[in-house]
């Protein structure tokens, strides 16, 4: 199990500028990351464990779904989280044309628009798959790539008791941006145990900055 694959470990040595892959150490924060919701089954629960702990994170949306449930997206926004850009369909990216990859980026950017006002969003490539020509068309935009440099490894359908002792083994540290999906119910069961952990060895939990 290795919570922090090779890949990430080259990423890192990119500038945030232009593949974000960690976050301030301020407040001991920890900037957890949802991936593939809005999910009505799921991501109510999860809004409810983060507001119980006054914990705020970052919500990589696909447009799809955020267009079929508006309202989870009004509340992310409403109760402090960061909405990202996760593209509209999910499609496989490395088989897309590079027009029809910003074809999804740019739908999903107008959608979000509605609810928070802004114009460009941090996009997280579906599966973290993206190019080198990608990559470039951003640094030219001026806008960076959202990746993670923890992956809670919750897509796995491990039982969530054996993910969390997993994750304590090798816990995360300040500044860590954790990957973890809305998608089914494992990364609320995982975090109802883990937040209160973390939170008493002095964690904090922070969105990412738009
Ligand atoms: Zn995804």
Redesign the pocket.
């Known amino acids: 199990m290795n919570f922090r694959p090779s890949k990430m470990r080259v990423l890192r040595w990119l500038p945030d500028a232009v593949v974000c892959t960690r976050a301030s150490v301020r407040n001991k924060a920890l900037y957890l990351s949802f ?2 919701g809005p999910d009505p089954r799921f991501t109510p629960a999860l809004l409810d464990l983060l507001k119980a702990h006054g914990a705020h994170a970052s919500f ?1 949306l ?1 447009g799809r779904e955020a267009e079929k449930y508006p309202e989870l997206v009004e509340r992310m926004v409403a109760e402090g989280h960061l909405i990202g850009n ?1 593209s509209f369909s ?1 499609p496989r990216f490395n088989l897309l044309s590079m027009a029809e990859k910003l074809a999804e980026i740019d739908r999903t950017d107008l959608l979000l628009a509605r609810f928070d006002g802004i114009r460009h969003h941090r996009f ?1 490539p ?2 973290g798959v993206f190019s080198l020509a990608l990559t470039l068309r951003f640094a030219a935009a001026r806008r960076n790539l959202a990746y993670w440099s923890y992956d809670s490894l919750d897509y796995q359908r491990k039982p969530p008791a054996e993910l969390i002792e997993l994750l304590r083994k090798q816990p995360p540290c300040a500044g860590d941006i954790l990957l973890m ?1 809305d998608d089914s119910d494992c990364s609320t069961l995982m975090l109802a145990t883990l937040i209160p952990e973390w939170k008493a060895q002095g964690f904090t939990f922070a969105a990412l900055s738009a």
């Open positions: 991936d593939d990589f696909i996760h999910h997280r579906p599966r999906h």
